[in-house]
Nanobody, 118 residues
Framework: QVQLVESGGGLVQPGGSLRLSCAASGNIFRIYDMGWYRQAPGKQRELVATIARGGSTNYADSVKGRFTISRDNTKVNLQMNNLKPEDTAVYYC??????????????WGQGTQVTVSS
């Protein structure tokens, strides 16, 4: 089994910054894609950013130039700058893991609330 633990959410004023982190642990042989998604009230979950094993990144148009995704071994981070009220949502990390039996699965974190408000 694989566990994802997220941290770093909170309340911030417009224009402020937050850094989210997600640490993976458990039965991990190799990690492939890592990413962040978010879900605002009444809306579907949407992709925010992903980073591949080789380091290539992909961002939603709404966050390009403001958010930066990075990874370090079993951890994925999301640096969020110049936050806007429309960034308010629950943020979830998603990690594709190959376990010791060489089976690949995607796992979700528990979610962390980000609220941007004055």
């Amino acid at each position: 089994q694989v566990q994802l633990v997220e941290s770093g959410g909170g309340l911030v004023q417009p224009g402020g910054s937050l850094r989210l982190s997600c640490a993976a642990s458990g039965n991990i042989f190799r990690i492939y894609d890592m990413g962040w998604y978010r879900q605002a009230p009444g809306k579907q979950r949407e992709l925010v950013a992903t980073i591949a094993r080789g380091g290539s990144t992909n961002y939603a148009d709404s966050v390009k130039g403001r958010f930066t995704i990075s990874r370090d071994n079993t951890k994925v981070n999301l640096q969020m700058n110049n936050l806007k009220p429309e960034d308010t949502a629950v943020y979830y990390c998603n990690v594709e893991v190959q376990n010791g039996n060489l089976l690949r699965n995607k796992y979700w974190g528990q979610g962390t609330q980000v609220t941007v408000s004055s």
